[in-house]
């Protein structure tokens, strides 16, 4: 889809109307997400002071890295055990490279270490090529490979961090459990044919900072994009921050309240190369489809650089494939192209 003025995005919301379901209007209060918004210091944010902010998270973006992880992760540590309190985090990630070459999913997995309040964590993330979301069909001649290739990545991942975690296949999703069942320890989207991640918490504030090290590690010897999540920190913390290899870009992430009408405002604070997303309608597609197979569906407004786009997230396809995109465009009005989310933003 090329780019739309706001008011044709807008009149979308008029065609989904029609059609009986219920988008936001124009003067309807909507939470805009903004991310990617660069900053030339954390002060720029008194920009959005028109509007109400919440979850505001300064990101220090480095390309083409090259250092100790083990040095950088815990500067930013020590940094964050002056400051912290209940409401601030703390997260720096890094790239880390599967030892084979798999065939469904991606060479290429994230990691994060971060800090929180009374605990810190480290999390695990695996990406494919491609999404095929529970309950769809095409991809199940390749589940059983695409289940192994998941656990044995995971594998890897726990055998480099030295985690007391055991893994499983059972009812064709990988499952992680901890030795210790009082351990917290999150597994998201294991059944879907995507993205999947672990996260495993610890009381000791220092256990995983030799440990990430070591997964970060098998990235080398390629530069690495890295990036550092703050949230919740006072002025002066992030000015001390600031100090840490001060060659890092800053760029906001945050929500803002606002009636849907004042996205363009909010975007040309934001600019030049800030996004924000906002959604315009949510609805089941049986309301549409009653032949089709039931999912949720997301249209929401994207603003960028070159003016509004219209984005179309389904949790599923409720058509057959090669019937999804004539159908959306006849639901839009515009044509549409398959744009996956970026993996690791």
């Known amino acids: 889809m090329g780019s739309l003025t706001f008011s044709q995005a807008l009149s979308v919301g008029d065609r989904l109307l029609a059609l009986g379901l219920k988008p936001a209007a124009p003067a309807n209060d909507v939470i805009c997400y903004v991310e990617e918004w660069t900053v030339k210091s954390p002060d720029d944010f008194d920009q959005l002071d028109p509007w109400a902010t919440e979850d505001v998270t300064l990101v220090h973006v480095r390309e083409k890295w090259r250092g100790d992880f083990f040095l950088l992760s815990g500067a930013y540590h020590t940094i964050y055990r002056r400051h912290q309190d209940i409401g601030t985090y703390c997260s720096v990630s890094h790239p880390w490279r599967i030892r084979e070459h798999p065939a469904l999913h991606e060479r290429t997995g994230m990691l994060w270490i971060g800090f929180r309040h009374a605990h810190s964590f480290i999390r695990v993330r695996l990406q494919t090529g491609a999404v095929i979301t529970p309950g769809e069909t095409r991809g199940d001649g390749q589940r059983a490979q695409w289940l192994d290739e998941r656990r044995a990545a995971f594998l890897e991942a726990i055998a480099v961090l030295e985690l007391p975690i055991e893994t499983a296949i059972e009812k064709d999703a990988v499952v992680i459990r901890p030795h210790d069942t009082a351990i917290p320890l999150f597994c998201s989207w294991p059944d879907s044919f995507g993205p999947c991640q672990f996260e495993y918490n ?44 001060p060659v890092a870009r800053f760029a906001y992430r945050c929500s803002v309240h606002c009636p849907l009408d004042e996205l363009p405002e909010v975007l040309g604070a934001i600019q030049p190369d800030g996004r924000l997303y906002a959604t315009l309608c949510e609805f089941q597609t049986c309301n549409l489809l009653p032949e089709g197979e039931e999912a949720s569906a997301i249209i929401g407004i994207v603003g960028g650089e070159g003016g509004f786009q219209i984005e179309a997230r389904l949790n599923r396809a409720p058509l057959d494939e090669e019937a999804m995109a004539a159908w959306l465009e006849r639901l839009i009005g515009y044509p549409v192209v398959y744009a996956p989310l970026p993996a690791f933003v």
Not at 207 to 229: D, H, W
Request: hydrophobic share 45%; net charge negative.
């Open 202 to 245: 610890t009381s000791d504030a220092y256990e995983f900072l030799v440990p990430a090290s070591k997964l970060a590690a098998t990235y080398a010897p390629e530069p690495a994009g890295i990036r550092a999540y703050l949230t919740g920190f006072s002025e002066e913390a992030l000015a001390e921050f600031q100090s840490i290899e």
